[in-house]
């Protein structure tokens, strides 16, 4: 069991974290065995992490859900920035699996994460609408924008919410809005992998229903503390300290795959 909370951790923080999510899972998978090409592990670790933004973003999901003028444009721009990666998930597909096989790039794209996240401390201070939240809808092109840089980060080792959130800041979003469009923008991304691991995968599993369950739950609970660090992050202005996490994170993926190649 002890294997399945550790990667229900690891998912549940690199979900959310600008740290890259892909990355770890794969390198963590390969150093503990035993789940690589678990479909339905990853389905259900998935699942959790979706449940976590889900309760987080309560109050701002069923404010939408009501489906009322602004909710409307609200979705709209949400619907808008999921295209892009609905795009390149269909027609790239076997490009991004092929680069999910090679490591370089997913440690070049960590360096990628870090340059983005250290950007940000160059993006100006927006002032915050006051509580309670309403459904301000981002301008269309904003939102295509944000939906493009969530399309680069299906590439592995780059950010999606390090991408997006960036995106955001630097289309001059509020630092709580820019977190807050980000995580519901996860929402349908997360939710269409799902769908698609659904359809085009073995369900198979080799993990029990009492490990499916903790799995879920693991992921579910880390979750909620991964989007919370974040959004403070984002408001507090330390968003791009992760950079010196994933940045020697890079550098020594790079460094190990040099050697490797020379023995």
């Known amino acids: 069991m002890l294997d399945i909370i550790l990667l229900a951790v690891v998912q549940g ?28 592990l990853n389905v259900v670790l998935h699942a959790g992490t979706l449940g976590s933004v889900l309760v987080v973003y309560r109050r701002e999901v069923g404010r939408l859900l009501r489906l009322d003028g602004a ?8 619907v808008i920035g999921t295209l892009p990666a609905v795009a390149v998930g269909l027609l790239l597909k076997d490009a991004v699996e092929k680069a999910f096989a090679a ?7 960590l360096l990628v994460t870090g340059v983005v996240l250290l950007s940000t401390r160059a993006t100006r201070e927006v002032a915050a609408p006051l509580e309670p939240w ?6 269309p092109w904003k939102a ?6 969530q399309a680069v980060a299906i590439c592995p080792g780059i950010s999606r919410s390090g991408s997006t959130i960036a995106a955001s800041l630097w289309l001059g979003l ?5 977190a807050r469009f980000s995580f519901l923008l996860s929402v349908p991304a997360i939710a269409g992998a799902l769908v698609l691991q659904l359809i085009d995968g073995d369900l198979s599993t080799r993990t029990g229903p009492v490990g499916l369950a903790l ?49």
Do not use: M, N
């Open 174 to 178: 509020p630092r709580p809005e820019a």
């Open 215 to 263: 799995a879920a739950l693991v992921a579910f609970l880390v979750g909620l503390l991964a989007i919370r660090w974040t959004a403070l992050a984002v408001v507090q202005r330390h968003f791009w300290k992760f950079a010196f996490y994933v940045i020697p994170l890079g550098l020594v993926v790079l460094v190990v795959l040099a050697r490797s190649s020379q023995g």
């Open 144 to 149: 295509l924008v944000i939906g493009c840089a």
């Open 13 to 40: 923080l690199t979900e959310f974290l600008p740290v890259s999510s892909s990355g770890h899972l794969v390198l963590l998978q390969s150093l503990i065995g035993g789940h690589e090409g678990d479909l339905f």
């Open 71 to 78: 909710a409307r444009a609200y979705v709209l721009s949400l």
């Open 103 to 109: 490591p370089i790039y997913a440690s070049v794209g």
């Open 134 to 139: 309403t459904p301000r809808p981002v301008a």
